[in-house]
């Protein structure tokens, strides 16, 4: 069973940073000669929202959201996941899941689009005035 585990999540001012990690175990990276990995948000009653996507080519995509503010990361050596958040901003505050995928696709403009399939229960961030 896949397990994916984040943290860092917490309580931050607007303006401020905060920097997420997802430990990945328990995939067979070696298998595969490339994979996706994500961070997602999602608050009660909202629909899930794809933050921002790496692949092993390290190809990333993010959403309009938090281009320029937000920095994914992946160290394939450690299998850990990063998400640095600076300049948030209240409505940043959300539950985050990192994910996993087998397979790494590119959409019809060259952006980079993963199907997901494995998941981690989430940190969760908050973002004060």
């Known amino acids: 069973q896949v397990q994916l585990v984040e943290s860092g999540g917490g309580s931050v001012q607007s303006g401020g940073s905060l920097r997420l990690s997802c430990a990945a175990s328990?995939?067979?990276?070696?298998?595969?000669?490339?994979?996706?990995m994500g961070w997602f948000r999602q608050a009660p009653g909202k629909e899930r929202e794809e933050v921002a996507s790496?692949?092993?080519?390290?190809?990333?995509a993010y959403s309009a959201s938090v281009q320029g503010r937000f920095t994914i990361s992946h160290d394939s050596a450690k299998h850990e996941l990063y998400l640095q958040m600076s300049s948030l901003k209240p409505e940043d505050t959300d539950m985050y899941y990192c994910?996993?995928?087998?397979?790494?696709?590119?959409?019809?403009?060259?952006?980079?689009?993963?199907?997901?399939?494995?998941w981690g229960q989430g940190t969760q961030v908050t973002v004060s005035t």
């Open positions: 994910a996993i995928s087998r397979t790494s696709d590119y959409d019809p403009t060259g952006r980079l689009s993963c199907q997901y399939e494995y």
């Open positions: 328990k995939f067979d990276f070696g298998m595969y000669s490339t994979y996706c």
């Open positions: 790496i692949d092993t080519y390290g190809a990333t």
